[in-house]
């Protein structure tokens, strides 16, 4: 079978999105240049800019793609969680899977910081999180839970805070869920 150009070229373009995403948590965003990323691709570096407007682009669509799928995965816990205690419980076991220090918290945390200084990263990302809070607020609704959509907020930002907290001191998740209990159950703390 004869590989077509187009083919090869999206080949490039996802070795390019990989190296990015491996870039970032390793040297953090600022220290990522159009050489390294193209060294850890294996290509050329003309390639970055023939692939992304700008190098900046690329790191953009590499870091939102990567926290687009972790919050995909929110819709599984959605599926099987039947009440917003386990909801809490299944958000908290997926947190402790994460040290704060591992690839894909540092890969979060060089974003948001990044999207502090670009307003298009920033547009995207809020993208991001408008799509997890979404989500989890429309479940919350279903469910009765006051205010779901104040509370899909507040769950995002625990979640956040909780992997900032973690690459400085450990903050098991299991000791922040007990408190997320009491807000999803509008103060009851079973």
Do not use: K
Not at 116 to 145: H, I, K, S, Y
């Amino acid at each position: 079978m004869t590989e077509t150009a187009a083919s090869r070229g999206r080949v490039v373009r996802q070795r390019l999105l990989q190296a990015a995403r491996e870039l970032v948590p390793e040297r953090g965003w600022t220290a990522v240049s159009t050489r390294t990323v193209a060294d850890r691709a294996g290509v050329a570096p003309g390639l970055v800019h023939y692939h992304f407007a700008s190098l900046q682009a690329l790191l953009a669509e590499a870091a939102v793609g990567a926290l687009g799928e972790m919050v995909d995965g929110v819709g599984a816990l959605l599926q099987q969680a039947r009440t917003p205690v386990e909801l809490v419980d299944a958000i908290a076991a997926e947190v402790d899977r994460y040290t704060g220090t591992d690839p894909a918290s540092l890969l979060a945390v060089e974003t948001y910081l990044a999207a502090t200084r670009d307003p298009d990263l920033r547009e995207r990302l809020t993208g991001v999180l408008d799509d997890f809070r979404g989500q989890v607020g429309a479940w919350l609704r279903e469910r009765g839970v006051p205010d779901p959509d104040a509370t899909a907020a507040v769950l995002a930002a625990v979640i956040d805070g909780v992997l900032l907290h973690r690459a400085l001191t450990p903050l098991p998740a299991a000791g922040v869920a007990g408190v997320l209990h009491r807000i999803v159950e509008g103060g009851d703390s079973r």
